[in-house]
């Protein structure tokens, strides 16, 4: 059985009391021209807390606006890195179009330096899978003038000789080719020796020469030699390289060494392709003779 509790003040009277209590306050804050206790109890609850709202209102206003202000950055980093990457580019290209341009005027140089010849210029488009272009293919074939033993010219001289052709290509063996063998001829003194390839070499950027006659002849380090004009493929006067080492062989009656090679094998891109070949020339020598 439960037992009503006897102290519970009934809810009228807590009621009529808050009432009285509230009267009395206000007469209070009304007689005391608002400096009674209700301004009192505002100062201590109401006050604060619209202080606290109006800090909540403020903070969260300053993070929209930050959040605005981090949008309108990231758009613009975006907008910054767009910009920069396309002047990455332009740069990239303004660079290759710099070394291409080098790189024609080069074969520009060649071409006058070989004026007397007619050529075809061509982009070589594969080597032999190697550091060095021993061998590589041209873009040019038959269809453009091209035929097996032409001369091809490349850096400042000669880079190798037309060993096989296809309508719209051609194979061609460089100087540096171990089977690679050139008659050359020192310009100084006419004294004529043999230029071998021998890829071995390559990485000291130098080709073999022997068999130059051991006679009074001065030679020196740093001489041209040329292609000789009893070469049986190569034209006369192509520019091979510079004699970096010589020395007397045992036999005392040659002499060999070594030739840094006009043209740098590492990077062969463009080349020019003399369209007339040795032979081509020797039969046009002997038509004009029997005229």
């Known amino acids: 059985m439960k037992i009503k509790n006897q102290n519970r003040i009934p809810s009228k009277y807590v009621l009529l009391i808050l009432i009285i209590i509230c009267g009395v306050l206000l007469g209070a804050e009304q007689f005391s021209g608002g400096r009674g206790p209700l301004r009192l109890i505002g100062n201590y609850t109401i006050i604060p807390m619209q202080k606290g709202i109006s800090y ?68 070589v488009i594969a080597n032999n ?14 269809n453009d003038g091209i035929a097996v033993d032409m001369n091809v010219l490349a850096g400042s001289g000669l880079a190798g000789i037309v060993t096989e052709v296809g ?29 071998r390839g021998d890829l071995k070499l390559m990485s000291d950027g130098r080709i073999r020469f022997e068999k130059l006659p051991n006679n009074d002849s001065k030679i020196d380090v740093g001489e041209q030699v040329v292609t000789s004009h009893i070469s049986s493929k190569f034209l006369q006067g192509i520019f091979i390289g510079y004699i970096s080492d010589i020395e007397v062989d045992s036999n005392n009656l040659t002499r060999s060494g070594y030739i840094t090679p006009a043209v740098d094998f590492s990077n062969l891109q463009e080349v020019l392709v003399i369209t007339s070949t040795k032979q081509d020339l020797v039969n046009h020598d002997s038509e004009e003779e029997g005229e």
Not at 172 to 191: H, K, P, Q
């Open 167 to 195: 309508p719209d290509y051609a194979h061609v063996r460089a100087i540096i080719d171990d089977e690679s063998n050139v008659s050359g001829m020192v310009l100084s003194t006419s004294d004529l020796c043999m230029v």
């Open 129 to 142: 899978g190697t550091n060095w272009f021993s061998s590589f293919t041209i873009d040019k074939g038959s």
């Open 56 to 123: 909540i209102g403020r903070w969260m206003g300053d993070l929209t606006d930050n959040f605005k202000t981090l949008d309108e950055l990231k758009a613009e980093n975006e907008e910054l890195q767009a910009k920069l990457d396309d002047m990455n580019i332009d740069n990239t290209r303004l660079r290759q179009e710099q070394y291409e341009l080098e790189r024609l005027q080069e074969l520009y140089k060649l071409d006058q330096n070989y004026a007397d010849y007619e050529k075809v210029g061509a982009h």
